[in-house]
T-cell receptor, first 112, second 114 residues
Framework: DTGVSQDPRHKITKRGQNVTFRCDPI?????LYWYRQTLGQGPEFLTY????????KSRLLSDRFSAERPKGSFSTLEIQRTEQGDSAMYLC??????????FGSGTQLSVL | SQQGEEDPQALSIQEGENATMNCSYK?????LQWYRQNSGRGLVHLIL?????REKHSGRLRVTLDTSKKSSSLLITASRAADTASYFC??????????????FGKGITLSVRP
């Protein structure tokens, strides 16, 4: 069963460094979402792709954040010049059209 | 910003009891979904109810939706220790389904004591 996979599972970095996360969605899913979750909170929407087109970005996504989905398959989320406030679980999800989302296990980012 | 608010924030029950969790939201929805999350893991979809539906069942889960009150409830019957997790309601507010995204609440922590 090939679900949504995210890599790495954990990332520890120093403030000011750049980090990149990867998400591989379920292969037949055309929609891909990035969410961020901090302890005790629900996931907060960051951005969304339909195929390779990035259709919506949250105001939470500052200019230090960039996401891509080349060829409409896997996606990457890059954070430049990381800050301690970026520490969170970054969740990727995919779906076929609208409806239920399938989530990956997330990448836990710790910025020291 | 979070559209849905779950209630209570935390719930502790004995195995075998029923667990009822509530969710209120602010704006019109296309559908409402409930998800479950075990500690340190991703979310797992439980059930989806559309805005024109009032009740839905899936195994031990029963969800209701009252669009006039902008609220939903999730009932887990005959709870098990394995149901211990955080539960989130999520609303899809894009009425046409295009560019839809889910907005999640803060979640309810359910503890089921053996």
């Amino acid at each position: 069963d090939t679900g949504v996979s995210q890599d790495p599972r954990h990332k520890i970095t120093k403030r000011g460094q750049n980090v990149t996360f990867r998400c591989d969605p379920i292969s037949e899913h055309n929609r891909l979402y990035w969410y961020r979750q901090t302890l005790g909170q629900g996931p907060e929407f960051l951005t969304y792709f339909q195929n390779e087109a990035q259709l919506e970005k949250s105001r939470l996504l500052s200019d230090r954040f960039s996401a891509e989905r080349p060829k409409g398959s896997f996606s990457t989320l890059e954070i430049q010049r990381t800050e301690q406030g970026d520490s969170a679980m970054y969740l990727c999800a995919s779906s076929y059209d609208w409806g239920k989302l399938f989530f990956g296990s997330g990448t836990q980012l710790s910025v020291l | 910003s979070q559209q849905g608010e779950e209630d209570p924030q935390a719930l502790s029950i004995q195995e075998g009891e029923n667990a009822t969790m509530n969710c209120s939201y602010k704006t019109s929805i296309n559908n409402l979904q409930w998800y479950r999350q075990n500690s340190g893991r991703g979310l797992v979809h439980l059930i989806l109810i559309r805005s024109n539906e009032r009740e839905k069942h899936s195994g031990r889960l029963r969800v209701t939706l009252d669009t006039s009150k902008k609220s939903s409830s999730l009932l887990i019957t005959a709870s098990r220790a394995a149901d211990t997790a955080s539960y989130f309601c999520a609303t899809d507010t894009t009425l046409t389904g295009a560019n839809s995204k889910l907005t999640f609440g803060k979640g309810i922590t359910l503890s089921v004591r053996p």
